[in-house]
Antibody
Framework: QITLKESGPTLVKPTQTLTLTCTFS??????????VGWIRQPPGKALEWLAF???????RYSSSLRNRLTITKDTSKNQVVFTMTNIDPVDTGTYYC???????????WGQGTLVTVSS | DIVMTQSPDFLAVSLGARATINCKSS????????????LAWYQQKPGQPPKLLIY???TRESGVPDRFSGSGSGTDFTLTISNLQAEDVAVYYC?????????FGQGTKLEIK
């Protein structure tokens, strides 16, 4: 079955770069029909789509955050790495990675990792 | 970006009754070449990740009870929960995946009256 798990720091200082890793199993990220995305949720607020990478390495980003984001994949390790530069306290929240397809959108989600931005 | 607006923000419904949540997109999410609406609905319970309920506006994800149904086309969509159960208490989100970036609605919190 498909599973995903997020990992990374729980506390980040302002202006630093946040790096999160999504380690997945149950699928291969090597076709244009499958991808992995990152979505975040500030405490008590709505979901915000951040970035997505397809198996053919097509990368898509949030319009408002694209200058700060990078998403890459390591097919051999079954991992997707997400980075956000110049982090700020407003970036505090739970960060999720999710498996996606063109038809069913985001059909499998990790449990999420809470990232707190504070000095 | 396509803006997704849900209504209402909060909904209280009696057990066994019907709950209706609306979602409106700022532009059509209907792809004319396959006549599919790229609109999904998610359920999120406290402390849990979102769960996909409906995709292509009306297709139930495997394992989702048939009391959940989606309808609509173009820019106006509805999630209907029939025979509301206690375990349906959650926040519900719509999402368009027609255009990148994908965008979510602001969420609708559903409680039992």
């Amino acid at each position: 079955q498909i599973t995903l798990k997020e990992s990374g720091p729980t506390l980040v200082k302002p202006t630093q770069t946040l790096t999160l890793t999504c380690t997945f199993s149950g699928f291969s990220l090597n076709t244009s029909e499958v991808g992995v995305g990152w979505i975040r949720q500030p405490p008590g607020k709505a979901l915000e789509w951040l970035a997505f990478i397809w198996g053919d390495d097509d990368q898509r980003y949030s319009s408002s955050l694209r200058n700060r984001l990078t998403i890459t994949k390591d097919t051999s390790k079954n991992q997707v790495v997400f980075t956000m530069t110049n982090i700020d306290p407003v970036d505090t929240g739970t960060y999720y990675c999710a498996h996606g397809t063109a038809s069913a959108s985001l059909d499998y989600w990790g449990q999420g990792t809470l990232v707190t931005v504070s000095s | 970006d396509i803006v997704m607006t849900q209504s209402p923000d909060f909904l209280a419904v009696s057990l066994g009754a019907r709950a209706t949540i609306n979602c409106k997109s700022s532009q059509s999410v209907l792809y004319s070449s396959n006549n599919k609406n790229y609109l999904a609905w998610y359920q999120q319970k406290p402390g849990q990740p979102p769960k996909l309920l409906i995709y292509w506006a009306s297709t139930r994800e495997s394992g989702v009870p048939d009391r959940f149904s989606g309808s609509g086309s173009g820019t106006d969509f509805t999630l209907t929960i029939s025979n509301l159960q206690a375990e349906d208490v959650a926040v519900y989100y719509c999402q368009q995946y027609f255009n990148t970036p994908d965008t979510f609605g602001q969420g609708t919190k559903l409680e039992i009256k």
